[in-house]
Antibody
Framework: QITLKESGPTLVKPTQTLTLTCTFSGFSLSTVGVGVGWIRQPPGEALEWLAL???????RYSPSLKSRLTITKDTSKNQVVLTMTDMDPVDTATYYCARRLSLKQAFDIWGLGTMVSVSS | DIQMTQSPSTLSASVGDRVTITCRAS??????LAWYQQKPGKAPKLLIY???SLESGVPSRFSGSGSGTEFTLTISSLQPDDFATYHC?????????FGQGTKLEIK
């Protein structure tokens, strides 16, 4: 069974850095073609892709957020970490991690999501 | 950046209806288009990938078509479980973009 689970703070203050961890099981991020991405969704709004890291350690970011994001992986721990700097109230959202396969170029398995609020 | 525009934003339909949702890309994305279903408080669920390939376990009443810049998701006969929000997602040049979503409501 393939699962992903997001973890991190539920509340951060403006200007702080957010660190989220995606812990997964049932697949390996060292397998060719596999990637893990982060997607967020503000309350009542659309999904927004943030970042993706590939099996070969290549990584890509949303152009609009690139300067604030860093994605890394720890293959031995089956974890992917996303950091987002300079948090603002508009970054309040549910943050999801999800597996992506090259064959599909789509996110086929998602975590449950974690709600992050930004407020002083 | 490639923009994805879904229409309509909201769709009212009845059980048994055939419904179609459209997603347009601001430039050609070949067939790299996926569709997701999302219910309130839940994560999205992949329905269709590569424009027309049905994800394993998804009912055959769901189908996708299109290429280039225009794509459609069709539900052939709406079931009560299908009332949800549907999102399209494109892939191009290592980047991903989602549409704004279409809420499918009960008429």
């Amino acid at each position: 069974q393939i699962t992903l689970k997001e973890s991190g703070p539920t509340l951060v203050k403006p200007t702080q850095t957010l660190t989220l961890t995606c812990t997964f099981s049932g697949f390996s991020l060292s397998t060719v073609g596999v990637g893990v991405g982060w997607i967020r969704q503000p309350p009542g709004e659309a999904l927004e892709w943030l970042a993706l890291i590939y099996w070969n350690d290549d990584h890509r970011y949303s152009p609009s957020l690139k300067s604030r994001l860093t994605i890394t992986k720890d293959t031995s721990k089956n974890q992917v970490v996303l950091t987002m700097t300079d948090m603002d109230p508009v970054d309040t959202a549910t943050y999801y991690c999800a597996r992506r396969l090259s064959l599909k170029q789509a996110f086929d398995i998602w975590g449950l999501g974690t709600m992050v609020s930004v407020s002083s | 950046d490639i923009q994805m525009t879904q229409s309509p934003s909201t769709l009212s339909a009845s059980v048994g209806d055939r419904v179609t949702i459209t997603c347009r890309a601001s430039q050609s994305i070949s067939s790299w288009l996926a569709w997701y279903q999302q219910k309130p408080g839940k994560a999205p669920k992949l329905l269709i990938y590569q424009a027309s390939s049905l994800e394993s376990g998804v009912p055959s009443r769901f189908s996708g078509s299109g290429s280039g810049t225009e794509f459609t998701l069709t539900i052939s006969s709406l079931q009560p479980d299908d009332f949800a929000t549907y999102h399209c997602q494109q892939y191009n040049n290592y980047l991903y973009t989602f549409g704004q979503g279409t809420k499918l409501e009960i008429k």
